[in-house]
């Protein structure tokens, strides 16, 4: 049996994860198809439950004396709301707003807060430079140890919303999020294309790279930045009905047009970082690294070693804030 490990749970809005961290690695993991869209549905019980069950199991295999939590998990339909921390946000301001509650069925959780990035009473005109995460600010802060990075690096995270999180040596500066992979999937799952395209996450199992079609890709890139979104999107039905291009061709455009909605907010870097799905950043560090930009791929599995890590280190940090 370990001794002093940590539990740290990740909550999603769609899946929850607990993962136990012992200084060097996880050593135990599990996870549930629950997170904050079930208890927006159906109640705090639809994540509590699960998640009780995936910590017993965690204890009874390891000696997990403390237990942390982040993501969507600390929002209003998480298990215990936690407000955001307003960027910048050091290292040490994100440990010492750590906030310790007793959860039912659970005991005590410690919950890390989000990030905002804001202004001074925000207003309207202000919305573009506006932004919240919950999650990738502990991401980040694992990634940055993991990378051994100093001085400034940004980051784009890749999943159901597209991020950009700015980083210094002394912690997050502020974020951009974009709702780019929620418009493919619903651009897949609810519109006329659905017929004309393959899954997209099934892309990375159709080529032996692991990623959507180079011509393709850049085709779409080229006819959004031209014509606009909206009409790149409609000439993956095109690509069907008058070229016969096949579903994985066509999905692979639609994945270059989607990339030109992403591209004015990645820009502005000097030196980022990419990580998520792999059908989406590779293409991505490609181009960007065409027009001479400093890039790097962040390969999937170092991420949630480094998230669990960030987690556990800002636990420990703020376990010694509050040492007597």
Not at 33 to 38: K, Q, T
Not at 311 to 317: D, E, G, P
Request: hydrophobic fraction near 45%; include cysteine; proline fraction near 6%.
């Amino acid at each position: 049996m370990k001794a002093s490990c940590i539990a740290v749970i990740d909550g999603g809005t769609t899946r929850t994860r607990v993962r136990v961290w012992d200084g060097r690695a996880i050593v135990w993991e599990a996870s549930r198809i629950a997170g904050a869209r079930d208890v927006a549905l159906r109640g705090k019980d639809a994540v509590r439950q699960p998640l009780a069950g995936m910590l017993d199991d965690a204890r009874r295999a390891h000696d997990c004396r403390d237990v942390v939590a982040y993501g969507m998990i600390t929002s209003d339909n998480g298990l215990r709301e936690v407000p955001h921390l307003a960027a910048p946000a050091s290292f040490e301001r994100l440990a010492g707003a750590i906030v310790a509650d007793d959860i039912p069925g659970l005991g005590p959780v410690h919950f890390i807060p989000g990030v905002k990035t804001t202004v001074s009473e925000p207003q309207v005109e202000d919305i573009g430079s506006l932004d919240v995460m919950r999650g990738e600010e502990t991401e980040v802060f694992g990634l940055r140890a993991a990378l051994g990075l100093t001085g400034r690096a940004d980051f784009f995270h890749v999943g159901s919303h597209h991020k950009l999180i700015r980083t210094d040596e002394r912690g997050i500066i502020g974020s951009c999020t974009a709702l780019t992979g929620e418009l493919l999937a619903a651009l897949q799952r609810d519109t006329i294309l659905a017929a004309s395209m393959a899954p997209l996450e099934q892309l990375d199992q159709l080529d032996p790279s692991g990623e959507p079609d180079g011509d393709a890709w850049n085709a779409g890139r080229i006819v959004a930045q031209r014509q606009g979104f909206s009409r790149a999107a409609f000439c993956v039905r095109l690509l069907d009905q008058l070229l016969a291009k096949p579903p994985a061709y066509a999905s692979a455009f639609l994945l270059g047009a989607a990339a030109s909605l992403d591209l004015p907010l990645l820009l502005s870097s000097t030196k980022l970082y990419l990580y998520g799905h792999r059908t989406i950043t590779g293409p991505l560090c490609r181009y960007l690294r065409s027009e001479r930009r400093m890039v790097d791929l962040v390969p999937p599995e170092r991420i949630a070693p480094a998230a669990t890590a960030g987690a556990a280190a800002l636990l420990r940090a703020r376990l010694e804030l509050t040492a007597p």
